[in-house]
């Protein structure tokens, strides 16, 4: 025999929640590291649960941080790329916005770091460690020199895919 609970007015099962599906990622960390914790290849510090620069105490742990283990395992989470005739013509200018792009995200965001710089037969290919810096990349190159901007999202694998063209 089952009892029938009321339920008052509002507070019932709801029934619009989607299913959040699990999302693998290699990169993020499993568990929480101790604090401090000192990334040995790039100098990043891991603390108050993030990322940051600063000095390490010499009693801190040392781990490799996410962007670091991407670069070694070569294993980008964004890419730009650069079309046209303007990367030649102007190349230098072209590196120096996007270096200065990724100086001015990576003071506030250690993991938003540039993994390589390649030209390619597509283009002139900027891998990235996160999905943020390609954007704001290409939102530069747009801001500094116009062109058209392009941006694709893959939800699925949290990739990134910019194209500037002019």
Not at 124 to 152: C, F, M, N, W
Request: hydrophobic fraction near 30%.
């Amino acid at each position: 025999m089952t009892a029938k609970t009321k339920t008052p007015a509002g507070l019932g099962a709801r029934r619009d929640r989607s299913v959040q599906e699990y999302q693998h990622d290699t990169y993020k960390l499993r568990g929480k590291l101790k604090e401090p914790t000192v990334c040995p290849e790039c100098g990043a510090l891991f603390h108050k649960g993030r990322w940051t620069w600063g000095t390490a105490p010499s009693t801190a742990e040392e781990a490799s941080c996410p962007a670091c283990h991407r670069i070694r395992d070569k294993y980008p989470k964004g890419f730009v790329t650069i079309k046209g005739s303007f990367k030649d013509e102007q190349h230098e200018q072209v590196i120096g916005v996007v270096k200065n792009a990724e100086e001015k995200e990576k003071k506030e965001h250690p993991l938003s770091r540039i993994m390589s710089i390649e030209t390619k037969r597509e283009g002139l290919v900027i891998s990235t460690t996160d999905t943020h810096l390609p954007r704001r990349i290409g939102e530069a190159l747009k801001h500094a020199y116009q062109g058209e901007l392009e941006l694709h999202y893959d939800k699925d694998e949290e990739f990134v895919r910019v194209t500037w063209t002019r």
